[in-house]
């Protein structure tokens, strides 16, 4: 039959134990979860008080993070050495729990002051270990002579671990997020120097345009400005989105670069979007680019002897894959299989296999150009 009391005293730890480690997969700051720890010990073996001890290495002393029981101005400040003879100093050194049942009957730890300043005569020390190696030393200590168990020094090191585990993990966590700030705040910097950059390169070429008398090479000058311009916009746009980003609602994103772009189009050009689904977070930045170079070229030649003129980016997501175009209404522009590729062609060619898709283009009822993944291909003709 069962002992009554050490019955009570197990299920009161394994409730302890169970709470705890719900709490500290919690969003709790780690000052709170160490006193809730020190709560839990104290109360599992029904001891008076109880503290936390972490090591410090540049000061080779264990200092209190927290504790329950003792006079005010002891957690935070006080420190002691991990000496062997001490039962704090041997828990941690040698990694093993040290049970005292009552100080004034034992002759191989000293007695710490801080224990006699309260009246405390038992005591029992665990290591706090991670994978990391020794965190400290967890002990809960009493007024009153005591036994203790093995299921006691298992409760306790089943506490500490898990609470050493929840700190290193919460620490680790904030370190990356301190990191991933300076580098958010360097990338903001880096990326205003790229945009005044551009800004200042854009100005130099129209200044020297206007002193260039050749028309053919004033009119490369200004393809460069327009280039860059829009270039300056796209920028803009993609810095809205992390690296980390999975998903991109496909409809707000073009919605929105269209919006910039149709500054940058002549009169009587209209710019539409007929978006569905979500991009991919890898694929952003390369469909957002070759949706401002197929813009741009689309308004440049496709109307050529027009005064009206549409032209329509797309996206639709199909299950696992995805369709994206350009088309406009205009005139087409037929394939000259001896033409040098144009540096937006070229461009266009490098970010559709950056990103793995394939690319076609049809001029019928004006031209499409469709870059798609994971879907079949698109029939042979398309028109608006």
């Not at 040098?340 to 690319?359: C, D, E, M, W």
Request: charged share 20%; glycine share 8%; net charge negative.
């Amino acid at each position: 039959m069962d002992d009554a009391p050490t019955t009570e005293r197990l299920r009161r730890q394994l409730t302890a134990f169970a709470q705890f480690t719900s709490r500290s997969l919690s969003n709790v700051d780690l000052d709170a979860l160490m006193l809730d720890a020190c709560l839990r010990a104290r109360a599992g073996i029904n001891m008076t008080h109880a503290k936390l001890l972490e090591y410090i290495p540049g000061r080779d002393q264990l200092i209190m993070r927290a504790g329950v029981g003792w006079k005010q101005g002891y957690v935070g400040r006080y420190a002691v050495s991990p000496e062997l003879d001490t039962p704090i100093g041997h828990a941690f050194s040698l990694s093993e729990p040290v049970l005292i049942s009552d100080y004034t009957q034992n002759a191989q730890y000293r007695y710490p002051a801080l224990l006699r300043e309260h009246h405390c005569v038992s005591s029992v020390n665990v290591p706090v270990r991670t994978d990391e190696g020794i965190f400290g030393v967890l002990e809960v200590d009493d007024i009153s002579p005591r036994g203790f168990t093995a299921d006691d020094v298992y409760f306790l090191t089943g506490l500490g671990n898990t609470l050493a585990h929840a700190i290193h993990l919460r620490r680790s966590l904030d370190a990356l997020n301190r990191a991933l700030e300076e580098k958010q705040m360097f990338a903001r910097e880096m990326n205003h120097r790229i945009k005044n950059n551009l800004g200042l390169v854009s100005s130099v070429l129209s200044l020297h345009s206007r002193r260039i008398p050749d028309p053919a090479v004033r009119s490369e000058l200004q393809n460069a400005i327009q280039r860059i311009n829009n270039l300056s916009l796209v920028h803009d746009r993609l810095q809205m989105f992390g690296q980390m980003d999975a998903q991109i609602d496909a409809h707000p994103h073009f919605e929105d670069l269209a919006g910039m772009l149709r500054s940058m189009l002549p009169p009587g050009v209209q710019l539409t979007t007929d978006t569905s689904g979500c991009i991919p977070g890898d694929c952003i930045e390369s469909l957002t680019m070759i949706a401002n170079e197929l813009v741009t070229n689309a308004a440049k030649y496709a109307f050529d002897g027009r005064d009206q003129g549409e032209i329509v980016i797309g996206f639709k997501q199909e299950g696992p894959g995805w369709r994206f175009w350009v088309e406009d209404n205009g005139i087409g522009m037929p394939l000259k299989e001896d033409a040098k590729p144009s540096f937006g062609t070229q461009l266009i060619g490098a970010l559709v296999t950056r990103i793995n898709a394939s690319l076609h283009r049809i001029s019928a009822n004006g031209t499409r150009v469709e870059i798609s993944y994971g879907v079949p291909s698109p029939p042979a003709v398309h028109g608006l």
